[in-house]
């Protein structure tokens, strides 16, 4: 994965905008990260270097910003972006009217097409040179919407439902990667945070097995987090299995619910 970095200001006094949306959404559609601007109008996300994307920077009263991310090499570990400015409505300079917006329906190919299309209208693109974009895979869209974390009081209980793995293994689903940033981007932000994580499953199956399966779960995403710079000492990891659950196990709807990892901040 490769680290990308930037800002979004506005586009006329140049100062940063705060909780601005950035999305990234590969070839396919399918969406890689999310993340709101901090104080300072900065966002730092992790991609694939060997897949090309299209940014989408958002903020209240200023118009929607699309822009290509082509990584120019698959060994990229880093990629400093030049600030992105937003314009108000109406106040754009017609000389650099904005790429075409891709729409939740939108196929592969057409995101190529403005991958392909928007490094040679847009003043906002990343620094690269003999950057190519390879041809879509499949034309399935696919858009996967992580909401915002929100992060409960001290000693308060937060679902992160977002975070969700593979069927009976401790392995996570590409679409938990945008969740897994927002709880990165949390802890980096508190540097003197520290959190328990929770494992949990529903009651099918061999119990000894549930109370592994859940421990090994929050085992690996703590294991992301200390990867990304996290102190594995502001993490603490539990398994409860099936001991503890919110809803009834009587039906696949409501079991889901019990299949679930959860965090609660033990120190701020």
Known sequence: MASVEGSVQDAATKRPIVSATVVAKNQAGVLKAQQLTNADGSFSFKLDPKQSYLLSFQAPGYDTYDEPL???????????????????????????????????????????????????????????????VAPPKTLDAKVVYTPPLVVAAVGKTTQLRAIQFVQSKPELLPDAMPALEQLLQFLQGKPTAEIELSGHTDNQGDFDENLRLSKQRVEVVKEYLVKNGIAASRIT??????TRPIASNNTETTRQLNRRVEMIVVKE
Do not use: I
């Open 70 to 132: 082509v990584f120019t090499s698959s060994r990229v570990e880093s990629l400093k972006k030049r600030p992105t400015l937003l314009y108000l409505p109406g106040t754009r300079p017609a000389s650099t009217p904005p790429p075409p917006a891709p729409t939740a329906a939108t196929s592969a190919v057409a995101v190529s097409n403005t991958l392909a299309t928007a490094q040679s209208t847009s003043g906002n693109t990343a620094s690269t040179t003999n950057a190519r």
């Open 237 to 242: 990891t539990r398994g409860y299995g099936p």
